[in-house]
């Protein structure tokens, strides 16, 4: 018996041993109780994850070690996008550090630096990706899904902050892919459960051996 889908959902690939078993664990557990899959490397885990979770139309907050990994599940969304023939928005969330546009120009790259920077520049007034962004649609990004380099091209061809863009982005994604960071410190998790409520999510932590 294979397992139930939406209409125009599926699993985007032949299925490899023990895909289609783990596809449907999940599907039947994910929501009432915590799953846990142990698979090999090249099992397909991500792929097996985002077909059992998409059709329930939640968001899915995708946890990595480091904001590096956040592109993995976001590249396979493009695919099962792609093969499914879907559109589901989903992209990579990053901290000021990696999106600061202004600390790139100034040459800043010390963490602390650059959210002082961001708070002194801001609350003046004097960053000028921030002060565009108050003018600018965000929701045409949300299109099609998008990883950490493309939010970047995107928001410097329009002049606008892309940290404070992808801020906007949240509500509208059904993936965010972030750094574990995002989920256990309370004060960082709050940046996302405010504009994503964390009890209307599946949380995916991925190598949670690594907590
Ligand atoms: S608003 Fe954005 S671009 Fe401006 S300083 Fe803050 S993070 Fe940087």
């Known amino acids: ?10 699993f985007p690939y032949d299925f490899r041993e023990g895909q289609e078993e783990a596809l449907r664990f999940i599907a039947m557990n994910a929501g009432w109780r915590n799953v846990c899959l142990n698979a090999p490397t090249g099992f397909g885990k991500t792929v097996v994850i985002l077909s059992a979770l998409l059709p329930r139309r939640a ?23 792609e093969r499914c023939g ?13 999106m600061c546009l202004l600390a790139r120009e100034m040459e800043v790259r010390d ?17 000028r990706y921030y002060e565009n962004l108050k003018w600018f649609d965000t ?10 380099a493309e939010v970047m091209e995107a928001c410097s061809r329009e002049e606008v ?5 992808q801020q906007r ?40 051996h690594n907590l």
Do not use: H, Q
């Open 111 to 127: 963490p602390d630096a650059v959210s002082y920077l961001c708070r002194v520049k801001k609350g003046k007034g004097e960053c």
């Open 169 to 208: 982005l949240l509500p509208l994604a059904d993936l965010v892919a972030l750094s574990y960071n995002y989920i256990v410190n309370e004060e960082m998790s709050w940046t996302i459960r405010s504009r994503l409520p964390f009890e209307r999510c599946f949380l995916v932590v991925d190598e949670a």
């Open 1 to 10: 018996m294979g397992v139930s889908l939406p209409e125009g959902l599926g």
């Open 59 to 81: 968001p899915i907050i995708w946890a990595v070690r480091t904001g590096n990994e956040a592109d993995r599940p976001v590249e396979e969304l493009k695919l099962f996008n």
């Open 139 to 148: 929701e045409p990004m949300a299109e099609k899904p998008l990883i950490y």
């Open 161 to 165: 902050c892309p940290y404070y863009a």
């Open 86 to 98: 879907c559109n589901f928005f989903g992209f990579s969330f990053r901290g000021k550090r990696d």
